[in-house]
């Protein structure tokens, strides 16, 4: 197995854990990853085909095409290396988990061709600032009578979107609502809520729904992305702040190396994300200076 630097490190830190726990009939082997992109950390092989805890077991091949030590590798880690592989983990876990919302969308109506015309329209004028003009396409989908047999949840929360632009923000959270009356997990209403829920000062109500967001998926990078920034500047949570960053930065960093070419933003939103969690555990340490001082 030829690994690079990054990658070889990765393994690493997987085959010295799992080599910590081998022996220890109390603890539960470690689980694999459903993820397909997700390292292999079966046990290393003997020259006599048995998984063994020799020296050579804990032999990997790194991208020079040297055998080295995985154990000795992980030991070099440095506590910020190992934070940030194990981080690596935790977001290709996280993105392997079901996507309910997407289960759910599949179980709905498609859409007739007429139909998807006008959302797209709307959708197209929404992004130029027209949304009057957008309101009126797809209130021509909502009154429909096809799609009122089979409403999609998608569109409602267009309509929603439409609505908030043009600061019509009570018809906005009624439009998000019935999204989520239609599929209670869309995970794209939940956020919106949260948001506006957030803006208005009610923080528990914001909190619940960016909650059911992950629960609806857990990789969705948005969904931390928001509860972090409730919990960093609006309730002041600077732990549960600096969590939620952090993951949100993984899932990008997993996002950005499976595209060959990264938007800008995607780039420059992944550059800023660090920078809040440099100054956000700069923050945690007065407090805890403050604290220690009385």
Known sequence: MILNKAKLRLLALVFAFSTSLSGCTSLPSLPGFSNPDAESTHGAETASGQTGTSDQAS????????????????????????????????????????????????????????????????????????????????????????????????????????????????????????????????????NRLGVMYRDVGKFDLAKAHYNQAIDAWPGNADSYRNRGILNDLYVGDKIAALADYKIYKALLDLQIQRIVSPAKSVLEEQ????????????????????????
């Open 59 to 190: 032999l990997i091949v790194d991208a020079e095409g040297n055998a080295v030590d995985a154990v000795q590798v992980a030991l070099e880690l440095t506590p910020e290396e190992r934070e940030e592989q194990a981080l690596a983990l935790q977001a290709r876990a996280l993105m392997g988990t079901v996507n309910a919302f997407k289960l759910d969308k599949q179980n709905q109506a498609n859409l007739n061709s007429s139909q998807l015309r006008k959302v797209q329209s709307a959708i197209n004028q929404l992004a130029n600032g027209e949304a009057a003009k957008a309101l009126v396409e797809v209130q021509h989908v909502i009154d429909d009578p096809d799609f009122k047999a089979s409403p999609n949840t998608v569109v409602w929360v267009l309509r929603g979107d439409i609505f908030l632009a043009k600061e019509e923000k009570e018809k906005a959270i009624s439009d998000y609502q019935a999204a989520l009356k239609l599929v209670a997990s869309n995970y794209q209403a939940h």
């Open 271 to 294: 550059k800023l994300t660090s920078l809040w969690i440099v100054d956000i555990q700069r923050q945690i340490k007065v407090l805890q200076r403050e604290q220690t001082n009385g």
